[in-house]
């Protein structure tokens, strides 16, 4: 079994940055991909940036893309989440999730309980 605890929300203003973190413990492999989702109110959940521990390949959102970075300290089993030039769209619950096989934007396993993030205008 894999847990999954994120850290690091709050309430922000917009043009400002956050750095939400996960801290991983359990059964992991190197193999893993891990990645970052959010939830606003009334909408679905969507994925928004992710990586794989094995290469540090990432991906991300079109929404985040030059915003936001992903990054992974194996060492400390930490997946961090860099948010800059924060929008009052970004307003959301962010999830941590890992997922047992290759990075994609689905199909992850594990999830964390969530971390609210909101950004004023």
């Known amino acids: 079994q894999v847990q999954l605890v994120e850290s690091g929300g709050g309430l922000v203003q917009a043009g400002g940055s956050l750095r939400l973190s996960c801290a991983v413990s359990?059964?992991?492999?190197?193999?893993?991909?891990m990645g970052w989702f959010r939830q606003a109110p009334v909408k679905e959940r969507e994925f928004v940036a992710g990586?794989?521990?094995?290469?540090?390949?990432?991906d991300y959102a079109d929404s985040v893309k030059g915003r936001f970075s992903v990054t992974g300290d194996a060492s400390k089993n930490t997946v961090y989440l860099q948010m800059n030039s924060l929008k009052p769209e970004d307003t959301a619950v962010y999830y941590c999730?890992?997922?047992?096989?290759?990075?994609?934007?689905?199909?992850?396993?594990?999830w964390g309980q969530g971390t609210q993030v909101t950004v004023s205008s």
């Open positions: 999730a890992a997922r047992k096989s290759y990075l994609a934007r689905s199909g992850f396993d594990y």
């Open positions: 359990g059964r992991t492999f190197s193999s893993y991909a």
């Open positions: 990586i794989s521990w094995r290469g540090g390949t990432t």
